[in-house]
């Protein structure tokens, strides 16, 4: 890991900050850190803010401020970034009902794993997933930690069509495609919960730092928090996450 930030051109436009050499908890904590000092200090010219897994892609206004005025100034925010206290990470639950027709890869990932599916699905709800980043569609959310145990291949021809809330595994990664898509991930579950409107304030359930965490469900349960989510009467259950990253 990087003891300090590299501050690498992307063409004339924009200025990459990495934060690590590796894909780590602690190497996207500070990457979400930055991010939110840099937001928080409001330096003109810069335009939008990418965070990723080790990085952060600060897209700036040549016009406004020279790469060396801009470098000047995330220096001086990255100190202060450093030596701030952590905030406290989020656990979003996502309740999700697996197997059958709501996830019909679950049996292909247990033969896959050598587990029974009851197996598969306990292993999968028993971690809390770090969110490392957002991409792919709206509200899309790249989740770390999962088990090894249940690692499965993408399917090796895409589905053209899966419903919104499809729990999905694709090798050492699970993710909930929020919105209806194309795409190549083996799907074990389903959540009734809108992980994306356009229409809300903010629009995405969880974003980058926070935590997920999927809950179980039965068929009779996941119809009765449908009917919920439908009347806009579900509350999603948020809390604060326990220092110890581990299994809850």
Partial sequence: MYLTA???????????????????????????????????????GVVDLVPTYRAILVYYD??????????????????????????????VEIPALYGDEYGPDLEFVADHSGLSQEEVVRVHAGMDYLIYGMGFTPGFAYLGGMSERIATPRLQTPRTLIPAGSV??????????????PG????????????FDAG??????????????????????????????QAGAYQVTIHDKDQDPGDH
């Avoid at 590796?22 to 200090?41: G, M, Q």
């Avoid at 999905?168 to 898509?181: F, H, K, L, M």
């Avoid at 903010?202 to 965490?213: E, F, K, N, S």
């Fill in 6 to 44: 590299k501050y690498l051109p992307a063409g004339d436009r924009a200025l990459s900050i990495e934060l690590g050499d590796e894909i780590s908890p602690e190497t996207n904590r500070r990457v979400h850190s930055l991010t939110r000092a840099i937001e928080a200090r409001g330096i003109s």
């Fill in 200 to 229: 809300r304030d903010p629009p995405v359930l969880a974003g980058p730092g926070d935590y997920v965490r999927f809950v179980p469900l039965t068929e009779e349960a996941y119809r009765e928090m449908e009917r919920q989510v």
């Fill in 184 to 195: 190549g991930w083996r799907l074990i579950g389903r959540t009734p919960v809108q992980l």
């Fill in 62 to 91: 040549p016009l406004t401020l020279s790469l060396a005025e801009l470098k000047e100034r995330l220096a001086g925010v990255e100190q202060t970034a450093e030596q701030a206290a952590p905030g406290t990470a989020r656990v």
């Fill in 168 to 181: 999905g595994i694709a090798e050492r990664q699970t993710g909930v495609y929020p919105i209806a898509s």
